[in-house]
């Protein structure tokens, strides 16, 4: 039961390390992406819509190494239930963390892309250009969003809960 827990501590710990990686590499990816295009966006509304941008990339890269961090280690010679516990404060941790990525990450992304677009449609209105064609860039910007937002929320966070409670099945059944 043991040998169990601490596969599965060891699993979360690198399931969480590559998605922070990951990710940590996209914010910087973003950030400098957005950054560029602000510098070089040609209204006012766009560039702070940019900026707002390449700023959540950035948070994202700085927050999620240091809030978004797996089970802490244990000393080997420690017991099931300590396992068991660290294991399980790992999954909350996880879990909280999805539960409030949309408020820290994902809204303040949106917000950004929306404000730079609606720029996009004023400077093209005032150029005397059909700023409708800028509509259908809104619509997929928002799909891309909802899509982001919708697996966290009902993959991810689901699968996190399962797994946790699979630990609470297992471990119960083997005290």
């Known amino acids: 039961m043991l040998a169990s827990v601490i596969e599965k501590t060891r699993t979360l ?23 560029w295009a602000a510098w070089s966006a040609p209204s006012v509304l766009e560039r702070l819509g940019m900026t ?4 959540t990339g950035a948070w994202y ?16 010679s ?20 999805l539960r409030s990525v949309k408020y820290w990450a994902i809204l303040p992304a949106y917000v950004g892309v929306l404000m730079a677009r609606i720029g996009t449609g004023m400077r093209l209105a005032a150029e005397g250009k059909n700023p409708w064609t800028n509509v259908s860039s809104v619509a997929i910007v928002t799909a891309i969003f909802i899509a982001v937002w919708f697996l966290m929320e009902f993959r991810s966070l689901p699968r996190l809960q399962r797994l946790k409670d699979d630990l609470s099945a297992v471990t119960e059944n083997g005290d």
């Not at 099931?80 to 963390?97: H, P, S």
Request: glycine content about 6%.
């Open 13 to 35: 710990d690198r399931m969480v390390a590559a998605r922070n990686m990951r990710e940590c590499l996209a914010g910087v990816f973003v950030a400098a992406f957005f950054a």
């Open 52 to 55: 707002i941008v390449s700023l």
């Open 61 to 76: 890269a700085y927050y999620l190494p240091r809030y978004g961090k797996g089970p802490r280690r244990l000393d080997p």
């Open 78 to 97: 420690a017991n099931l239930t300590a396992y068991r516990a660290i294991l399980r404060e790992g999954y909350d941790q996880q879990i909280r963390l």
